[in-house]
């Protein structure tokens, strides 16, 4: 029986897009699939590896998977008038491979989380307590913004710039929560004007078109 040039492309066309598909499907998640139930980070490991090496199941005990860090209130006596405790990999190492993390931030009035980014995670928001502008910018450029108050939630899409403000007259608080056990923060000021060593004068002067007493102005405020 002759094969008609359809009957034997087809199979090859749909064979193709079904590669296609599974080959994009880890662009969905943020950290990689988990190959055990659980693998309690031993963060002080010697060896460096994608993650951490897990801790010896036998070692493993309930505290692993319980951590009060988030419990207390931050001090925000400092020029943003902000205080963030993070609930990461690295001061809760039972999250270790999980693709999860907390943070807490704790604001002033009028205190600041300045415009960062997490290169490794999205991020959900609740506010707890007090008013915040919560903001977010896009690729495009686009700003979107909004005064949050106790309940109410917010989503900053992986990798954007984004900031949250106290814009109430008491003190605010936020849990946030990322899917990344180490969501890792670009903050823009000191990854720009406080790296080490000193990206180039002439850089920062072309990049933002600026006298280079503004850039040594910059720099003296976020080197480290
Ligand atoms: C908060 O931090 C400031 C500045 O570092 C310090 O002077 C102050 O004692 C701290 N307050 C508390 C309650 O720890």
């Given at each position: 029986?002759?094969?008609s040039p359809t009957s034997w492309i087809s199979p090859l066309f749909w064979l193709t897009i079904v590669l296609i598909l599974v080959s994009s499907i880890p662009c969905y998640s943020a950290d990689?699939?988990?190959?055990?139930?659980?693998?309690?980070?031993?963060?002080?490991?010697?060896?460096?590896?994608?993650?951490?090496?897990c801790k010896p199941a036998s070692e493993v005990t309930p505290d692993d998977f319980f951590f009060d860090g988030l419990s207390k209130e931050g001090n925000t006596s400092n020029r943003y008038g902000?205080?963030?405790?993070?609930?990461?990999?690295?001061?809760?190492?039972?999250?270790?491979?999980?693709?999860?993390?907390?943070?807490?931030?704790?604001?002033?009035?009028?205190?600041?989380?300045?415009?960062?980014?997490?290169?490794?995670?999205?991020?959900?928001?609740?506010?707890?307590?007090?008013?915040?502008?919560?903001?977010?910018?896009?690729?495009?450029?686009?700003?979107?913004?909004?005064?949050?108050?106790?309940?109410?939630?917010?989503?900053?899409?992986?990798?954007?710039?984004?900031?949250?403000?106290?814009?109430?007259?008491?003190?605010?608080?936020?849990?946030?929560?990322?899917?990344?056990?180490?969501?890792?923060?670009?903050?823009?000021?000191?990854?720009?004007?406080?790296?080490?060593?000193?990206?180039?004068?002439?850089?920062?002067?072309?990049?933002?078109?600026?006298?280079?007493?503004?850039?040594?102005?910059?720099?003296?405020?976020?080197?480290?």
């Open positions: 029986m002759a094969i990689p699939d988990l190959l055990q139930d659980f693998c309690v980070g031993d963060v002080k490991a010697a060896i460096t590896i994608n993650g951490f090496p902000m205080s963030l405790t993070p609930g990461n990999v690295l001061s809760f190492p039972g999250l270790n491979t999980l693709g999860i993390s907390m943070n807490r931030v704790d604001f002033a009035p009028g205190g600041l989380n300045p415009p960062h980014s997490h290169p490794r995670a999205t991020e959900s928001g609740v506010v707890i307590k007090g008013r915040l502008l919560v903001g977010f910018t896009t690729t495009s450029n686009v700003f979107h913004s909004k005064v949050l108050t106790a309940g109410q939630m917010f989503v900053v899409p992986k990798g954007l710039v984004h900031f949250q403000k106290n814009v109430g007259k008491g003190k605010a608080l936020i849990y946030t929560a990322f899917n990344s056990h180490l969501p890792g923060a670009a903050i823009l000021a000191t990854t720009l004007f406080g790296a080490t060593p000193a990206i180039p004068n002439d850089v920062l002067t072309q990049a933002f078109q600026v006298e280079e007493e503004v850039v040594n102005e910059m720099k003296a405020k976020f080197s480290t």
